[in-house]
């Protein structure tokens, strides 16, 4: 997305993800130099075990006619490309011949970029993924100010763009870390987008020397100390403003929202299996991430997480709790749980809410960050396949007739006005207030994946054929259902076009999931379930 939207096969990598957390926090200093492996036995494909079940066999590479669309999808994705001094650094947003307005959608977005980068990944092309990292790293350096303002030294850009200079025949980088963003917002996913897809490139190619490079290492350690840093938060999650992501208008996501949260997870563990461990400042530093790891997964699980039954504690909580031994720990009063979600919340399913704080809790569902929180294993296996369950169990609400919704249920009437501002890109059942965007289809084919569900993701693939390309490759779909093209949607969007290749390439071959997914960590869950909300 650009700035009228937003501000934006398996090999070797070392395998800390598996690591045993819990015993690090007991003996930080003996385990953390862990030996970082460096092979991995592709035969153990044929048994990973996905959400508890195992068997899933891998069909070769083009083992079934592909669709037309694939055909059309590559060429448009190829349209697309960036040349940043004769070699590929990325994708546009859009290419949308048709609009009025250029506006920023001509920029590469850092996350707009991630299904492009791995489609060329899938496809054995990293070249330009790599180009891309290296290319951003370089900008993440440059000094950052929004009027006057000094911006933290590991903010990664929303965009960047490439002015060519036909005359002198030179390319020259323009970067926009917010200041030029609708709203002034910076990013604050663009850093862990880049983490994570820094890993992606590593499993997929097995090529260390990117990420233990010097300056990818520094690169990750400023992100992530700019997220590490002590303060007056009680809590282990990341305070953030409204339009600091995806969702990147006012839409009441301020304080602790989902996306965010679980994007931060995956982004620490991502680093922890790739940062160094041999000087004293790299274990003291790798401890650091693992504390935080801890204590967020710890938060999460207890008080993100809503079921049947979670919302039947909710229902009876009492107000004005005090000490360590209250149960109702964020004083949320019972009246404010919204009347839509006694509906909507089946027998078996569950999901993470939309945000937690201060008598506050935000009910919504969100899309990509509940798909984020099982690719990352922040869901336990259980919490994963009630996240499902609940998709299949509320088809119609979450993904319609294009998947897939990015919120729900739609703000409405005077509240919309009063949560939005009255932003007119934001009426109900349009763009982040409850629009279907067909970009999330590849977070649901990963999910679908990983939980042993395929037909999820064959079901929604099929529903994006009927359409997607007859009507252009739309940015976003209007609508309780999903059914109109987004009344100022983009065509041509290059994210719902990698999208949709990088869900149809890694059904094919679930292999593919090993560069985006992190298996969980079992000693943890174990602590984890002692919390008051496992309990109840």
Same mark, same amino acid.
């Given at each position: 997305?650009?700035?009228?939207?937003?501000?934006?096969?398996?090999?070797s990598?070392?395998e800390?993800?598996?690591?045993?957390? @819990?015993?690090?926090l007991?003996?930080?200093?003996?385990?953390?130099?862990?030996?970082?492996h460096?092979?991995?036995?592709?035969?153990?494909?044929?048994?990973?075990? *996905?959400?508890?079940r195992?068997?899933?066999?891998?069909?070769p590479?083009?083992?079934?006619?592909?669709h037309?669309?694939?055909?059309?999808?590559?060429?448009?994705?190829?349209?697309?490309l960036?040349?940043?001094?004769?070699?590929?650094?990325?994708t546009?947003?859009?290419?949308?011949?048709?609009?009025?307005?250029?506006?920023n959608?001509?920029? /590469?977005?850092?996350?707009?970029?991630?299904?492009?980068?791995?489609?060329?990944?899938m496809?054995?092309?990293p070249?330009?993924v790599?180009? &891309?990292?290296?290319?951003?790293l370089?900008?993440?350096?440059?000094?950052?100010?929004?009027?006057?303002?000094?911006?933290?030294?590991?903010?990664m850009?929303? @965009?960047?763009?490439v002015?060519?200079? !036909?005359v002198?025949?030179?390319?020259?980088?323009m970067?926009d =870390?917010g200041?030029?963003?609708?709203? $002034?917002?910076?990013?604050?996913?663009?850093?862990?987008?880049?983490?994570?897809?820094?890993?992606?490139?590593?499993?997929?190619?097995?090529?260390? @020397?990117?990420?233990?490079?010097?300056?990818?290492?520094k690169?990750?350690?400023?992100?992530?100390?700019?997220c %590490?840093?002590?303060? &007056?938060?009680?809590f282990?999650?990341?305070l953030?403003?409204?339009?600091?992501?995806?969702?990147? $208008?006012?839409?009441?996501?301020?304080?602790?929202?989902?996306?965010?949260q !679980?994007?931060?997870?995956m982004?620490?563990?991502?680093?922890?299996?790739m940062?160094?461990?041999?000087?004293?400042?790299?274990?003291?530093?790798v401890e650091?991430v /693992?504390?935080?790891?801890?204590?967020?997964?710890?938060?999460?699980?207890?008080?993100?997480?809503?079921?049947?039954?979670?919302?039947?504690?909710?229902?009876?909580?009492k107000?004005?709790?005090? @000490?360590?031994?209250?149960?109702?720990?964020?004083?949320?009063?019972?009246?404010?749980i919204?009347?839509?979600?006694?509906? *909507?919340?089946?027998?078996?399913g569950?999901? =993470? #809410?939309?945000?937690?704080?201060?008598?506050?809790?935000d009910?919504?569902?969100?899309?990509?960050?509940?798909?984020?929180? #099982?690719?990352?294993?922040l869901?336990?296996?259980?919490?994963?396949?009630?996240?499902?369950?609940l998709?299949?169990?509320?088809?119609?609400d979450? /993904?319609g007739e294009m998947?897939?919704?990015?919120s729900y249920?739609? #703000?409405?009437?005077?509240?919309?006005?009063?949560?939005?501002g009255?932003?007119?890109k934001?009426?109900r059942?349009?763009?982040?207030?409850?629009?279907? +965007?067909p970009v999330?289809?590849?977070?649901?084919?990963?999910a679908?994946v990983?939980?042993?569900?395929?037909? #999820?993701?064959? $079901?929604a693939i099929?529903? !994006?054929e009927? $359409?997607?390309?007859?009507?252009?490759?739309?940015?976003?779909?209007d609508?309780?259902l999903?059914?109109?093209?987004?009344?100022? !949607?983009r065509?041509?969007?290059? +994210?719902?076009?990698?999208?949709y290749l990088?869900?149809?390439?890694? %059904?094919?071959?679930?292999?593919?999931l090993g560069?985006i997914?992190?298996d969980?960590?079992?000693q943890?869950e174990?602590?984890?379930?002692?919390s008051a909300s496992?309990?109840?």
């Amino acid at each position: 997305m650009a700035g009228i939207r937003k501000i934006g096969s398996i090999c070797s990598i070392s395998e800390m993800e598996d690591l045993d957390l @819990s015993g690090m926090l007991d003996n930080p200093m003996l385990n953390l130099n862990i030996e970082r492996h460096r092979s991995y036995d592709d035969s153990s494909l044929s048994e990973m075990s *996905f959400g508890g079940r195992t068997g899933f066999n891998t069909p070769p590479r083009n083992s079934f006619e592909p669709h037309p669309m694939v055909a059309n999808a590559w060429e448009c994705l190829k349209n697309s490309l960036v040349y940043f001094r004769g070699e590929r650094v990325g994708t546009l947003a859009a290419v949308d011949h048709q609009s009025e307005e250029v506006l920023n959608y001509d920029q /590469v977005f850092v996350r707009d970029f991630v299904p492009s980068a791995l489609s060329y990944l899938m496809n054995g092309e990293p070249e330009i993924v790599k180009n &891309f990292l290296l290319k951003t790293l370089r900008l993440q350096g440059w000094e950052k100010k929004v009027d006057q303002f000094k911006l933290g030294e590991g903010v990664m850009p929303a @965009s960047f763009k490439v002015l060519h200079d !036909a005359v002198r025949n030179t390319d020259t980088l323009m970067a926009d =870390f917010g200041e030029s963003a609708i709203g $002034r917002v910076a990013p604050v996913d663009s850093g862990f987008w880049w983490i994570i897809l820094l890993r992606a490139y590593t499993k997929s190619t097995g090529d260390l @020397s990117l990420s233990e490079s010097d300056g990818c290492q520094k690169g990750m350690k400023l992100i992530l100390t700019l997220c %590490l840093s002590e303060g &007056f938060d009680t809590f282990p999650t990341l305070l953030c403003a409204d339009g600091c992501c995806m969702i990147d $208008r006012r839409m009441g996501v301020y304080g602790y929202p989902i996306e965010i949260q !679980a994007l931060f997870f995956m982004a620490l563990r991502c680093a922890l299996s790739m940062l160094k461990h041999d000087t004293a400042d790299d274990k003291a530093y790798v401890e650091r991430v /693992v504390k935080r790891l801890h204590a967020l997964s710890y938060h999460m699980r207890s008080y993100f997480w809503l079921d049947f039954q979670q919302l039947n504690n909710i229902y009876r909580y009492k107000t004005e709790e005090y @000490s360590h031994t209250a149960v109702n720990k964020f004083n949320v009063n019972p009246d404010s749980i919204p009347d839509w979600l006694f509906d *909507f919340m089946p027998t078996r399913g569950g999901y =993470f #809410i939309g945000n937690v704080s201060p008598a506050r809790m935000d009910f919504r569902w969100f899309a990509l960050g509940n798909c984020v929180a #099982i690719l990352s294993s922040l869901a336990t296996p259980e919490q994963s396949m009630a996240i499902m369950d609940l998709i299949e169990a509320r088809w119609d609400d979450l /993904v319609g007739e294009m998947p897939l919704k990015i919120s729900y249920p739609a #703000i409405e009437s005077h509240e919309w006005r009063i949560v939005t501002g009255c932003d007119p890109k934001n009426t109900r059942w349009s763009y982040h207030n409850g629009g279907s +965007w067909p970009v999330l289809l590849w977070l649901l084919t990963a999910a679908s994946v990983k939980t042993g569900r395929p037909h #999820i993701a064959r $079901r929604a693939i099929e529903l !994006a054929e009927s $359409r997607l390309m007859k009507d252009g490759w739309p940015e976003y779909y209007d609508g309780k259902l999903g059914r109109y093209v987004g009344k100022q !949607a983009r065509k041509q969007q290059t +994210w719902s076009i990698a999208g949709y290749l990088v869900a149809k390439m890694m %059904l094919e071959d679930p292999s593919h999931l090993g560069m985006i997914s992190l298996d969980e960590d079992k000693q943890m869950e174990s602590v984890i379930k002692r919390s008051a909300s496992w309990t109840n």
